[in-house]
């Protein structure tokens, strides 16, 4: 990272999407803003439209790439953990709307599994809530025999927030990082993979998920603006 260059950092949050530009010194030199709110549908339901928040994170970065006159040297992001969706990998385009991390539909079904829940928090490190993302996953596929039986194949992607977006960004490879991975009640902390008790118990297909990936590293070469 020479003087001129800037890391690009992108904050995915539940109302807004914001972008910065940081120097050597970790000081903002610009920052853009875009709203980019979610759906309270009542009774616990709370939807996102994913392709929004993409635009949303689009024009976000294009404000702040507009003020940029070096070059960028890497980009972070930070989204809604817990927020989880399921899209076509062919299209990219989400077959029902997200969940957002505050919708709780899935209440009754984290109720039932009570007499799993010290099993599930020494694997990982989680207690039993309808927060977290396999039980939206689930949930998800539930709405359509034909959704989960491709996800079954590897036919239809799954996973938080921060894996379609990084599908997206990098036009195609479906990752998912640790520590976002750790919020789906999915990820066992001593093995850093897919457990295959918590895939059964949550009735998620392990096809359906994103390569297990440390938190930063090189994942590839964003192009899109």
Same mark, same amino acid.
């Given at each position: ?21 940081? +120097? ?34 689009? &024009? ?9 006159? +070096? ?16 899209w076509n990998p ?7 709307p997200a969940l ?21 928090? /020494? ?44 599908? /997206?960004?990098?036009? +195609? ?6 520590? &976002? ?6 990820? &066992? ?12 118990l949550f009735r ?22």
């Amino acid at each position: 990272m020479n003087a001129e260059e800037s890391i690009l950092s992108i904050d995915v949050g539940t109302s807004f999407v914001k972008a910065a530009l940081m +120097g050597r010194d970790l000081k903002i030199r610009h920052l853009s803003r875009v709203s980019c709110p979610s759906q309270d549908l009542g009774e616990g339901r709370v939807e996102i439209d994913a392709i929004s928040v993409m635009a949303a994170l689009d &024009n976000a970065v294009s404000l702040t790439l507009a003020s940029q006159a +070096g070059g960028i040297c890497g980009i972070s992001l930070a989204t809604q953990r817990s927020t989880a969706l399921a899209w076509n990998p062919r299209t990219g385009e989400p077959v029902h709307p997200a969940l957002s991390w505050q919708d709780s539909r899935t209440s009754p079904v984290i109720q039932k599994l009570q007499r799993h829940e010290a099993k599930v928090e /020494r694997k990982t490190g989680l207690r039993l809530s309808p927060h977290y993302a396999a039980p939206k996953i689930s949930w998800i596929l539930d709405q359509n025999l034909a959704w989960r039986r491709s996800a079954e194949k590897g036919g239809l992607r799954a996973g938080t927030i921060s894996s379609f977006l990084i599908s /997206r960004l990098l036009a +195609g490879p479906h990752l998912q990082d640790h520590t &976002n991975g750790q919020r789906t009640l999915l990820l &066992n902390l001593r093995t850093l993979d897919w457990d295959p008790w918590l895939l059964r118990l949550f009735r998620v297909p392990r096809a359906c998920l994103g390569n297990l990936i440390p938190a930063s590293g090189n994942l590839g070469r964003v192009r899109r603006w």
